[in-house]
């Protein structure tokens, strides 16, 4: 089904700035437009404006004069390195506007732009896209903010253009690029248990498109489990209503087994079941999976 454009809910649409015009960057400047906002874009490639101008843009001759365009300044370009070496030189310029950085990067640096911001006279918001190029300006176009309240919550419409209802994380600029690294880890965690199956299989000659459906199904199941677990670790217990710790080592072992005997790659499967022997070795062998949160957490954090 193919997703559906947000609706214009701005009576008198506020003006927006994007900086940075790569897939992302022109996905951003293109909802806007849509949204009808008046928008004013710049990128050190000006023939990537080209489409965007057509459609209604304005190209800014320089950063300095994009910045000046609009209240609202959106950044979304290759790294927080890039931000700086954008912005460090339009110090002046942002006294009173409500720059948001939609640029992939750490919580540290997330914090320390924002303080960047603040020290111009600027207010910062961080944003996070959990989303590709074309979900953004469709319903399936989820981005989250991190920052001042009363700046997000000025600017809720407007960043609404972008997909579904804008998401607001709280006062610390540096929670939504924390929330990306949360979820790139389950990302890459969950594809490469997909990669890593497919392998097993293959061994058999069986085909990674049958496999899919399998996985698929599971992997819906699981969403289930997340909730359960997520309320053990929130609590500090860990009842084993589905299956002990124990119960999963013993599989651990004969997934790493079978990896070895196909010829497969054992260091997946062995690298988990390092972490399970340790937090049995902890005393959580007859406790949930959830009990294993103290192994990521580090000794730093432990809270078991």
Known sequence: MTAQPMPTTDADPTPVTVIGLGLMGQALAAAFVAGGHPTTIWNRTAAKAEQLVARGAVLAASTRDAVTASPLVIVCVTDDL???QLLDPLADA????VLVNLTSGTSAHARAIGEWATRQGATYLDGVILAIPPAIGTADGVVLYSGPQTAFDAHRSTLRSLGADATYLGEDPGLSSLHDMAVLSLMWNVLNGF????ALLGAAQVDAAAFAPIANQIIGTMTDWLTSYADQIDAGRYPADDSTLDTHRAAMAHLAEESESLGIDDELPRFVMEL???AVAAGHGGDSYAAMIGQFRGSTHARL
Do not use: S
């Open 82 to 84: 890039a931000v700086r």
């Open 94 to 97: 942002f006294a009173g506007r």
């Open 195 to 198: 990669l890593h199956g497919a």
């Open 276 to 278: 399970a022997d340790r």
